[in-house]
């Protein structure tokens, strides 16, 4: 009785944010249809500063969860930004919260609202973000030998030419690490042998630290499931900032550059994995900042949308529309998508 009773107060501590993390999708992406709506037609550059806005509020609310709501410590290391400026940042890619991540430097130079991803094409089916993501700025890719260099060039340079704030966050490895995925670590180890290129502007190394005596050994990193249980006590990042003056132009050259950005990647991971230091293990180079996120930054927005699918809930109106908004909105963001994306 007990034991069940631990478990189900363990397992609702991800429960909440899950629920509102997604019962919360439907009222914000009427708000963000009631905007597109009205903006068609305005001036392309002031749709684009509301939808950023919008998106802040939602991003921050994600952040109230997996910063605020965990109590997760950050341990920042190396050059962070500290004002809005226009981004390619490119990290490892170890963990399903990986993009989190990306949200948690953004906000701290108050750039939260100008994410925008480089993401692989499979999630443009997600129900209602699927669409929403390419109309904020996101490009779709296929990770395969049918990727289309083109409609990506061409698709950045639109955003150049309308001057779209950018803060693109971009995965080189393609997909996350795992030791037991021999098959493709060996496909990816020859492709890689063969063609040497990942990228980087603003390099970020991350680890999660669960607090555990791991032996020096390597351990897959979080779910979103053990973050949001607070399995995950810190997480430390590195950030290399690369002004891009410094970054070869010619194709071959920046190629071993990119390269070469993740060799040094690769061995700032092992030294902080496997050192036999013990002070240098679990930690990156350099002093760290212990940055914290003020919750007057989070829990406004977590109020407002809340607050705002409650009282959508509460009427018969309101449930149709909200039950509406998700079937209706999947099925004509996937029609869009096939489409246009």
């Not at 150049?160 to 690490?177: C, K, N, Q, S």
């Not at 180890?189 to 791991?214: I, W, Y």
Request: charged fraction near 20%; aromatic fraction near 12%; glycine fraction near 6%.
């Amino acid at each position: 009785m007990l034991l069940s009773l631990v478990l189900h107060t363990y397992s609702m501590r991800y429960l909440l944010p899950s629920v509102v993390l997604l019962g919360t999708a439907p009222t914000y992406v009427l708000a963000w249809g009631v905007w597109r709506l009205l903006s068609a037609f305005l001036p392309a550059r002031f749709y684009q500063a509301l939808d950023d806005r919008l998106y802040c509020v939602y991003q921050s609310m994600v952040l109230f969860f997996f910063e605020n709501y965990t109590g997760v410590q950050i341990l920042l290391y190396g050059d962070l930004p500290k004002n809005k400026e226009n981004i390619i940042y490119l990290a490892n890619h170890q963990s399903t919260v990986d993009w989190i991540v990306a949200d948690i430097l953004a906000i701290r130079q108050n750039a939260l609202g100008h994410v925008r991803y480089v993401l692989k094409e499979g999630l443009k089916w997600l129900p209602l973000y699927g669409c929403y993501f390419a109309q904020h700025g996101g490009i779709y890719v296929k990770r395969s030998a049918k990727f289309n260099e083109k409609e990506m060039r061409n698709k950045l340079q639109s955003y150049v030419d309308a001057g779209t704030p950018m803060y693109l966050v971009i995965f080189p490895e393609g997909t996350r690490y795992n030791p037991e995925q021999t098959k493709v670590l060996s496909a990816s180890q020859a492709f890689a042998a063969q063609r040497a290129g990942p990228m980087t502007v603003l390099s970020n190394g991350t680890f999660c630290n669960n607090g555990k005596d791991d032996g020096g050994q390597r351990r897959e990193s979080p779910t979103m499931t053990e973050f949001l249980c607070k399995e995950c006590p810190k997480i430390h990042i590195h950030i290399d900032r690369i002004d891009k003056k410094d970054v070869p132009e010619e194709q071959e050259h920046m190629r071993r550059w990119l390269h070469e950005r993740f060799e040094i990647k690769d061995k700032m991971l092992i030294e902080f994995y496997e050192s036999p230091d013990p002070e240098r293990r679990k930690r990156f180079p350099g002093k760290s900042v212990n940055s914290k996120l003020s919750i007057k930054k989070t829990l406004p927005s977590m109020l407002i949308l809340s607050g705002l699918t409650a009282g959508m809930l509460m009427t018969d109106a309101g449930r149709k529309l909200y039950v509406n908004t998700w079937i209706y909105g999947t099925l004509l963001g996937c029609l869009w998508v096939t489409i246009k994306a």
